[in-house]
């Protein structure tokens, strides 16, 4: 499972096709336990967002969410190990105010 607040990840990947960054919602791309093989072919198409046709996909939004697992589960944010499962994610639309000079 991803959690996106914009369209793109790693190099140039349209992970979250719908994710904007302003609408105060969290986009979730869930990917359906599969085989490696089938996922393996399914990797050439986050580069077009073409992914989310597939069956192994799942597309959520929400403003909030909670995951709770019985076992901890490591909690990768951007890359980086930043703990460990259960967490709670609360959006707050238009809260930050970004000021830059032109």
Known sequence: MLACN??????????????????GLIDFVILKKK???????L???VFNGRHI???LIKLAQTNHI???TEIPQLLNIDGEVLGNTSFEIIMFHQKLNVICEL
């Open 35 to 41: 085989s490696r093989f089938r996922l393996f072919m």
């Open 53 to 55: 046709k597939s069956p």
């Open 6 to 23: 914009s369209r793109f990840g790693g190099k140039a990947m349209i992970v979250a096709p719908f994710a904007k960054l302003n609408d």
């Open 66 to 68: 909670k995951i709770e």
């Open 43 to 45: 990797l050439p198409k």
